[in-house]
């Protein structure tokens, strides 16, 4: 396939138009208050405090299905929703020899990675590509109009084994997990600081007045920011693992390292939130403690230094 090659004409569409994608986030997070709702009244959970003081075990217990539940229900729903937001077009039928090779190097990575060959999707935008889905045997890999215009054969080729080392290695549950767990202790210490501040101020209180609620909202903030960083810093991990897997996949670093050194001189297309830990690249971060990629130079190095 040569740089500049593109797939033929019509077979990207031009993606969901805004009100589409506000009536899916809405539709998704309606979803998820529902089923917090639903388990957390099988499950007891309505009350973490009584006259004895916190129940710390029930509260442990609401914050982990608050914690992951939105979480679980975001990584089941991640193919059709990325394909949603992208507008990404699954190549079924190869309309021509460019979507014929996108489908055979996919079919041939997976082989090498141990995997079900996940679906193949091309999406309209600037240079990208991104893996997602529940299952590492039931995926999707994506990848830009952008992308491949930019690339040669052999780049496109290590930026797909890239994203074939995000499925094989698990890493869209793996975050799925990570989100969770933070999700969990963001709630559950967010609602004891604020139990702990209300009883303070009102000494003969439930512990659940005024005070309660205005120091878990802005504790859940702070404790929110803070937990991004983590699960960024569990993302930049990840990405250097998918490196590694393409270099072993491609029998050598090289091809990666040309593939990165290319994205570094272009601007890479912005994905959605929900799936930009899979992506190839990221947008340069104001502040890298947030990003969910590590800068291209650091990994191009430790590219270098695997193949030393």
């Not at 190549?91 to 996940?118: C, F, H, Y």
Request: hydrophobic share 45%.
């Amino acid at each position: 396939m040569p740089a500049g090659s593109l797939p033929a004409p019509g077979r990207i569409s031009n993606g969901p138009d805004t009100m589409k994608r506000i009536g899916l986030f809405l539709a998704t997070n309606i979803a998820v208050l529902v089923v917090i709702a639903v388990i957390a009244n099988l499950l007891g959970l309505g009350r973490i405090a009584d006259a004895n003081g916190l129940n710390l075990g029930t509260l442990l217990a609401l914050s982990a299905v608050i914690g992951f539940t939105g979480a679980i229900i975001s990584l089941l729903i991640s193919k059709p929703m990325a394909k949603w937001q992208t507008g990404a077009q699954v190549i079924t039928q190869p309309a021509n020899a460019d979507e014929r090779w996108l489908l055979d190097t996919v079919r041939k990575l997976s082989a090498k990675a141990g995997v079900t060959m996940p679906e193949v999707a091309i999406y309209e935008g600037e240079p990208n590509a991104f893996a997602t889905g529940a299952f590492k045997n039931s995926a999707l890999v994506a990848i830009s109009t952008g992308l491949l215009s930019t690339m040669n054969q052999e780049e496109v080729e290590a930026v797909l084994a890239h994203e074939v080392a995000h499925v094989a290695n698990g890493d869209m549950v793996t975050m799925t997990l990570i989100q969770g767990v933070v999700n969990t202790f963001v709630v559950f210490l967010s609602r004891i600081v604020g139990y702990l501040v209300d009883k303070q101020i009102n000494k003969d209180g439930n512990g659940q007045g005024i005070g309660y609620f205005v120091t878990s909202i802005v504790c859940q903030i702070v404790f929110g920011i803070l937990a991004s960083m983590i699960v960024a810093w569990f993302s930049r991990h990840r990405e250097f693992r998918a490196d590694a897997g393409a270099a072993d996949y491609m029998g050598q670093p090289n091809s990666m390292i040309n593939a990165l050194a290319r994205l570094g001189r272009v601007e890479p297309g912005e994905l959605p939130k929900s799936i930009q830990a899979s992506g190839i690249s990221d947008r340069p971060s104001v502040m890298a403690l947030f990003s969910t990629h590590p800068p291209i130079e650091e990994r191009i190095e430790a590219l270098r230094r695997r193949g030393q």
